[in-house]
């Protein structure tokens, strides 16, 4: 069992940074690949961008290609996303997710892939 917990939204400027966290429960972290996804209103939840076990390799959505960067600290049992040059099409809830691979290869951007989620953190950019 793994309990996420994000934090670091709120509300920026276009252009503005903000860095997301998220908090993972448990010894095993180092054995989970993870991701980051995002809903806005009225939308379906959309991929972000994903690590795999060891922090070695990502993937992003094109839309944030260049902008973000995903990382994680297994030491810590956190992940992090690192949004720069924010757009007002970037505003959602931001949700953290976590599945359990044998794998250190693997990322996975699909979201019914991942078993664990947080509660989500809101992020908003104003034009």
């Known amino acids: 069992q793994v309990q996420l917990v994000e934090s670091g939204g709120g509300l920026v400027q276009a252009g503005d940074s903000l860095r997301l966290s998220c908090a993972a429960s448990g010894r095993t972290f180092s054995s989970y690949a993870m991701g980051w996804f995002r809903q806005a209103p009225g939308k379906e939840r959309q991929f972000v961008g994903a690590i795999n076990r060891g922090g070695s390799r990502t993937d992003y959505a094109d839309s944030v290609k260049g902008r973000f960067t995903i990382s994680r600290d297994n030491a810590k049992n956190t992940v992090y996303l690192q949004m720069n040059s924010l757009k007002p099409e970037d505003t959602g809830v931001y949700y953290c997710?976590?599945?359990?691979?044998?794998?250190?290869?693997?990322?996975?951007?699909?979201?019914?892939?991942?078993?664990?989620w947080g509660q989500g953190t809101q992020v908003t950019v104003s034009s």
């Open positions: 997710a976590a599945t359990y691979t044998s794998r250190d290869a693997v990322v996975i951007s699909t979201p019914s892939r991942y078993d664990y």
